[in-house]
């Protein structure tokens, strides 16, 4: 399994997963170009992608949607809320290259089921791939609920939101709605709570990608602090964890 965050952020998203000769994207929240190179770089060609997966409307994550689809052939899969939302947006997308996915869908050998997270959003999700190996993404987030750290459990990869530190959002210079809105029940997972989600886990995942980490009330080497002494408080000292960027390719 290959695992590639090709951007993660508030300017945009795509994750890039290849198992068992099935090649997805999780988002394409950046333009097809960036999309095109990053991929070339690890010898994926864009028409070879296999389906592509949507987690939620908002424009970080579908901005470069509309033209990814002039480039391939792969049908795009979503829950219909986020399809009615996208629809409703100023991008015209074909309407039989769009799939509704309730729960789960098989694309070849590979089972990827789509599960709630809290966000505000139509009806956003994250999504647990599963086929020789698993990955699980699972980025914006207000809280983690039930259903989400049983996806995260056991994963080969786990692609795991850390937005912020609490007291640089605080201190920050963002308005105080958008700072209630990320620090809501439907915004923005914090680097704390991310370490505590993560090292409450049964079945650790064997690498960890921190992602979607802001700009402005973040930095990697502080969210990968924050995740690193979660987990040396319960002992676990060596761990396999990477810190995916806006403006460069991480690969697990
Ligand atoms: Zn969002
Ligand atoms: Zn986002």
Request: charged share 25%.
């Amino acid at each position: 399994m290959r695992v590639s965050v090709l951007a993660s952020g508030s300017k945009g998203n795509s994750v890039f997963i290849e198992m068992d000769d099935t090649r997805l994207l999780v988002d394409a929240g950046v333009g097809v170009r960036r999309i095109e190179r990053e991929l070339a770089e690890l010898s994926v060609p864009l028409e070879s992608l296999d389906a592509v997966f949507v987690t939620h409307e908002h424009s970080d994550h579908v901005k470069g949607l509309a033209t990814l689809l002039r480039h391939t052939d792969a049908p795009v899969y979503a829950r219909p809320g986020t399809l009615r939302a996208m629809a409703a947006g100023a991008d015209v997308m074909p309407e039989e290259r769009l799939f509704a996915v309730h729960d789960a869908v098989e694309v070849g050998p590979l089972r990827v089921s789509a599960f709630d997270i809290p966000h505000d959003a139509a009806d956003p999700v994250g999504y647990e791939i599963a086929g020789s190996r698993k990955c699980t993404v699972a980025t914006d987030l207000g809280y983690v609920t039930d259903t989400v750290r049983s996806a995260m459990e056991g994963a080969d990869v786990l692609v795991f939101e850390a937005n912020h530190d609490r007291q640089m959002l605080r201190q920050g210079p963002y308005p105080w709605p958008l700072k209630q809105r990320i620090l809501g029940n439907r915004g923005h997972l914090a680097n704390d709570e991310a370490g505590r989600a993560l090292t409450s886990l049964k079945s650790r995942p064997k690498k960890i990608i921190l992602a979607h980490l802001s700009e402005t009330n973040n930095r990697p080497s502080i969210a990968e602090e924050t995740v690193s002494r979660a987990f040396a408080e319960i002992g676990v000292t060596s761990l396999p964890l990477a810190v995916a960027l806006q403006d460069e390719m991480v690969t697990a």
